[in-house]
């Protein structure tokens, strides 16, 4: 099995503020019924009013992130599935209860994860 990471950008969730529950709600229930099919690992959403930072080989710290990135903000899960086209299903109900595009990504095999 693959482990696929799913995700999308915060400012790509627009509807109106009192949908958020229903919002809410929909995704939820996507993630439980990703649970239940023994599929998901883990997912959340980026903490935005924490600054990232970079930890260098000897321990520095320096406030931000590389500069090729930009911003990583908004939310993600990562599921391990038989397949891509397990994944695009996975991508179209999260994107469904999202309200928004989702991006899917593979993670390379690694026998020691």
């Known amino acids: 099995m693959t482990k696929f ?26 993630i439980r019924e990703a649970k239940e099919a023994g599929v998901y690992v883990f997912g959340g ?17 320096t406030p931000g992130t590389y500069p090729q990135t930009g911003q990583l903000k908004g939310g993600f899960c990562v599921l391990e599935l038989p397949s891509r086209d397990a994944a695009m299903e996975w991508a179209a109900k999260i994107a469904t209860s999202c309200r928004c595009a989702q991006e ?8 020691e994860s």
């Open 5 to 30: 990471l799913i995700s999308f950008p915060s400012g790509a969730m627009t509807f109106p503020a009192e949908e958020l529950h229903a919002v809410s709600e929909a995704s939820h229930a996507v």
């Open 45 to 61: 959403g980026i903490d935005e009013d924490v600054d990232p930072v970079l930890v260098g080989g000897d321990g520095t710290v």
């Open 104 to 111: 899917v990504r593979e993670f390379m095999y690694d026998p």
